[in-house]
T-cell receptor, first 117, second 115 residues
Framework: AQKVTQAQTEISVVEKEDVTLDCVYETRDTTYYLFWYKQPPSGELVFLIRRNSFDEQNEISGRYSWNFQKSTSSFNFTITASQVVDSAVYFCALSEAEAAAGNKLTFGGGTRVLVKP | DTGVSQDPRHKITKRGQNVTFRCDPISEHNRLYWYRQTLGQGPEFLTYFQNEAQLEKSRLLSDRFSAERPKGSFSTLEIQRTEQGDSAMYLC?????????????FGPGTRLTVL
């Protein structure tokens, strides 16, 4: 069975501080995909990044960066120089391999980020 | 607008009433998913369709819940005899076979409150 754990339920920072969100996952599949979604107060889930299990390169997109470490089953997300608009709940999610039946997306419990001005 | 749309956005109902939600996926997406999200939790998978076929249902989907996607386009999720425990955000998502990992694009959700 798949499982995603986001141990931090809430993080509060002051604007311009960096914030790192932890994500640890469990799966027996050798091929899988990891995702991060952002859920602002409006409620809609916004896709941020997708990473497949064979690509361990870290990725940077503007102020966002992701650190995928297969050895520790972690896919952490860092926001650099946080801004008030980054305040939201962030979800890490895991999807089983393409060919598998179901192809469910399993979410972690989310981390609420509050950026204070 | 080519995103996923859901209707209504909010629904307040009394316990015991039936409610129906609609989801319109992105037109070229052949898979459609329903998720439920309760306060402070991540979304939980309910069911999904590939075209008009319902291929999987979660154990969370009790007999009071039914979902359809009659022509492989829009989908409806009906809850019969609603209970207070059904209060949640119901999220719909769709995906395309051409997107690696079956990237789900989510709609804005329907927030259900059962009084």
């Amino acid at each position: 069975a798949q499982k995603v754990t986001q141990a931090q339920t809430e993080i509060s920072v002051v604007e311009k501080e960096d914030v790192t969100l932890d994500c640890v996952y469990e799966t027996r599949d050798t091929t899988y995909y990891l995702f991060w979604y952002k859920q602002p107060p409006s409620g809609e889930l916004v896709f941020l990044i997708r990473r497949n299990s064979f690509d361990e390169q870290n990725e940077i997109s503007g102020r966002y960066s992701w650190n995928f470490q297969k050895s520790t089953s972690s896919f952490n997300f860092t926001i650099t120089a946080s801004q008030v608009v980054d305040s939201a709940v962030y979800f890490c999610a895991l999807s089983e391999a393409e060919a598998a039946a179901g192809n469910k997306l399993t979410f972690g419990g989310g981390t609420r980020v509050l950026v204070k001005p | 607008d080519t995103g996923v749309s859901q209707d209504p956005r909010h629904k307040i109902t009394k316990r015991g009433q039936n409610v129906t939600f609609r989801c319109d996926p992105i037109s070229e997406h052949n898979r459609l998913y329903w998720y439920r999200q309760t306060l402070g939790q991540g979304p939980e998978f309910l069911t999904y369709f590939q075209n008009e076929a319902q291929l999987e249902k979660s154990r969370l989907l009790s007999d009071r819940f039914s979902a359809e996607r009659p022509k492989g386009s829009f989908s409806t999720l009906e809850i019969q005899r609603t209970e207070q425990g059904d209060s949640a955000m119901y999220l719909c998502a769709s995906s395309s076979p051409s997107h690696p990992g079956r990237l789900r694009i989510f709609g804005p959700g329907t927030r259900l409150t059962v009084l």
